[in-house]
């Protein structure tokens, strides 16, 4: 299988304390790949590390065959990102501070009227950035990270705070974007049941460790295996998140 990343013992540890703990993701090229994990299980900074944002303490990782820290300029030039709530100038339009992005990144200018094309903002591109709704901009920054269309997107918690509608929205514009220009993306959610509706490969992160990697149908297939009720995503998380924690106090005890 074509991998766009691979990562080798991935590890980054804060004093004593390990926020990722020797992890090793394959995501194949093309795919939509969802990272799960309890809150604190080390999904942002797996992210963040990826990006060039934190360095990792150990470990290495590989983004279309180019290497970091060695390679780091041409990585990030291929990876469009969404980290947590998009930030914009207020009172620019939503085309303005898109041409912003565009022109740090050294891109043409039909770079931003295609990315808010790409969002369905066409028609709201003169329109100011405070007065856009929540999900309009969502879907900006989600334009911010499309610019140019890199062959990779990072999105971590593209659908927070958005209401129903909202949500269904984005999810159907992720779900669309491989098969529109064929990125491969990387997206962390806690909301389990969107990353069933959208993702096809899963990575299952508790306490910086990776307790499974796979298709969803090699999911349910384990969490079968282990006498665990395989009715729906979020299920299967509780009970392996319950179980490793189970035995991370049997651990602890000994």
């Known amino acids: 299988m074509d991998y766009m990343i691979t990562t080798k013992q991935l590890t980054k540890k804060y004093k004593s304390f390990s926020a990722v703990n020797n992890v090793s993701l394959n995501i194949p090229k093309g795919s939509i790949y969802g990272l799960l994990g309890p809150n604190g299980a080390g999904k942002s900074t797996t992210m963040k590390m990826l990006l ?3 360095a990792p303490t150990t470990g290495s990782f590989l983004i279309d065959g180019k290497h970091f820290p060695d390679d780091r300029l041409s990585i990030l030039k291929e990876v469009g990102s969404f980290i947590e709530s998009p930030s914009f100038y207020a009172n620019l339009t939503g085309a303005e ?10 891109l043409s200018q039909s770079a931003a009227t295609d990315a808010l094309e790409l969002v ?12 856009y709704s929540l999900g309009m901009k969502q879907r900006l920054g989600l334009a911010g990270a499309l610019l140019g269309r890199p062959p990779i997107l990072i999105l971590d918690e593209p659908t927070n705070g958005l209401d129903p509608a909202g949500i269904h929205e984005i999810r159907n514009l992720i779900k669309s974007l491989p ?8 997206i962390s959610s806690h909301m389990l049941s969107e990353i069933e509706l ?5 990575g ?15 999911l349910r297939q384990t969490a079968l295996q282990s006498g665990f009720s395989a009715n729906n995503l979020e299920d299967i998380f ?8 189970g035995l991370r106090r049997q651990g602890a005890k000994l």
């Open 238 to 245: 509780l009970s392996m998140i319950e179980k490793d924690n």
């Open 52 to 54: 060039g944002l934190t």
């Open 204 to 218: 299952m992160l508790n306490h910086g460790r990776l307790l499974f990697e796979g298709s969803l149908d090699e």
């Open 198 to 202: 959208m993702a096809d490969e899963v």
């Open 97 to 106: 501070n898109l041409d912003i992005i565009r022109r740090i990144l050294g």
């Open 179 to 186: 098969g529109l220009y064929d990125c491969t993306i990387l």
């Open 120 to 131: 369905g903002l066409s028609e709201f591109g003169g329109r100011l950035a405070k007065k």
